[in-house]
């Protein structure tokens, strides 16, 4: 059983940088392709990045230069380093993982609870 729990969410001023953590556990990290969603309430869960188990990153064009992805799999957790954030960029934030899918929607078969972030102007 996989299980995904997500940490480093909290609040920033405009500008400022947060950086996400998502654990795994349960199975061989490694072997995992991740990404990172991210929902307002009542909006539908939109994709913000990947990395795939053999380290192939992709962040949509929207956040390109501001979000970074990366994964430590000695440590089996991915991040997500976020900088000049802005308000709009308020909302909770998921991991996801699969062994086989790497893209933008949301067939991952395995997810995080969410951690939140704000982020004020």
């Known amino acids: 059983q996989v299980q995904l729990v997500e940490s480093g969410g909290g609040s920033v001023q405009a500008g400022g940088s947060l950086r996400l953590s998502c654990a795994l556990s349960?199975?061989?990290?490694?072997?995992?392709?991740m990404a990172w969603f991210r929902q307002a309430p009542a909006k539908v869960r939109e994709f913000v990045g990947f990395?795939?188990?053999?380290?192939?990153?992709y962040v949509r064009i929207s956040d390109l230069g501001r979000f970074t992805i990366s994964r430590d799999n000695a440590k089996k957790l991915m991040f997500l380093q976020m900088n000049s954030l802005k308000p709009e960029d308020t909302t909770v934030y998921y991991c996801?993982?699969?062994?086989?899918?790497?893209?933008?929607?949301?067939?991952?078969?395995?997810w995080g609870q969410g951690t939140q972030v704000t982020v004020s102007s």
């Open positions: 996801a993982a699969d062994l086989r899918y790497a893209g933008e929607s949301t067939d991952y078969k395995y």
């Open positions: 349960g199975r061989t990290f490694s072997l995992y392709n």
């Open positions: 990395i795939t188990f053999n380290n192939v990153t």
